[in-house]
């Protein structure tokens, strides 16, 4: 038995190989180019820092003893005791949606509380900005390159005041044992 091929079916695919070859020809010529592209930049609210980041050193992931010669970068809140900062991370907070799932004061919705001083990923300025930056398993979007850099630090200021300096975790123990009895 011998094979005889199809002329209709091999024009068909010289016919279909070419219309993807011209096409893409047409596209490469007039499809957008990455130099050409622009993407949507986010608002800048105030020159004070650069918008830069670079990886923050975290040494509790460290094993002891594990050798680096890299310098640790430090981030710092250049908005931290600005009660302009403040006030502008207050309202970022609601337009950002913030208070959907961290509560109106910051008490805590579908997404933990703000305001009680237990910090999942850490409290400092560097922590909470990198948790808004980088976003964190279970829920917590990553707001880095939607918004400026200097949105998140207003929003460190405003998040951190949440607590009014009180370490809830800790304020109301006594030291006795409490005895809970009945469901």
């Given at each position: 038995?011998?094979h005889?091929?199809?002329p209709?079916?091999?024009?068909?695919?010289r016919?279909?190989?070419?219309f993807?070859?011209?096409?893409?020809?047409?596209?490469w010529?007039?499809?957008?180019?990455?130099?050409?592209?622009k993407?949507p930049s986010?608002?800048?609210?105030?020159?004070r820092?650069?918008?830069?980041?670079?990886?923050?050193?975290h040494?509790?992931?460290?094993?002891?003893g594990w050798?680096?010669?890299d310098k640790?970068?430090v981030?710092?809140?250049?908005?931290?005791r600005d009660?302009?900062?403040?006030?502008?991370?207050?309202?970022?907070?609601?337009?950002y949606?913030c208070?959907?799932?961290?509560g109106?004061?910051g008490?805590?919705?579908m997404?933990?509380?703000?305001?009680?001083?237990?910090?999942?990923?850490?409290?400092?300025?560097?922590?909470?900005f990198?948790?808004?930056?980088?976003?964190?398993?279970?829920?917590?979007p990553?707001?880095?390159?939607?918004?400026a850099n200097?949105?998140?630090?207003?929003?460190?200021?405003?998040?951190?005041?949440?607590?009014?300096?009180?370490d809830?975790?800790?304020?109301?123990?006594?030291?006795?044992?409490?005895e809970?009895?009945g469901?």
């Amino acid at each position: 038995m011998t094979h005889q091929s199809n002329p209709i079916q091999g024009n068909i695919t010289r016919v279909t190989a070419g219309f993807f070859v011209v096409a893409s020809i047409i596209w490469w010529q007039t499809g957008p180019r990455d130099a050409d592209a622009k993407a949507p930049s986010a608002p800048v609210v105030s020159s004070r820092t650069t918008d830069t980041i670079r990886f923050v050193e975290h040494p509790e992931t460290f094993p002891i003893g594990w050798p680096t010669t890299d310098k640790p970068l430090v981030l710092e809140n250049p908005f931290e005791r600005d009660a302009k900062a403040l006030a502008t991370g207050a309202q970022l907070y609601i337009a950002y949606n913030c208070i959907d799932c961290h509560g109106a004061g910051g008490g805590g919705a579908m997404g933990p509380s703000l305001a009680d001083g237990r910090w999942h990923s850490g409290g400092r300025a560097d922590q909470v900005f990198e948790s808004i930056y980088q976003g964190r398993p279970a829920g917590m979007p990553a707001w880095g390159g939607r918004i400026a850099n200097d949105q998140i630090w207003m929003l460190v200021t405003y998040v951190r005041s949440l607590n009014g300096g009180r370490d809830l975790s800790t304020e109301n123990f006594t030291g006795r044992t409490v005895e809970r009895t009945g469901h």
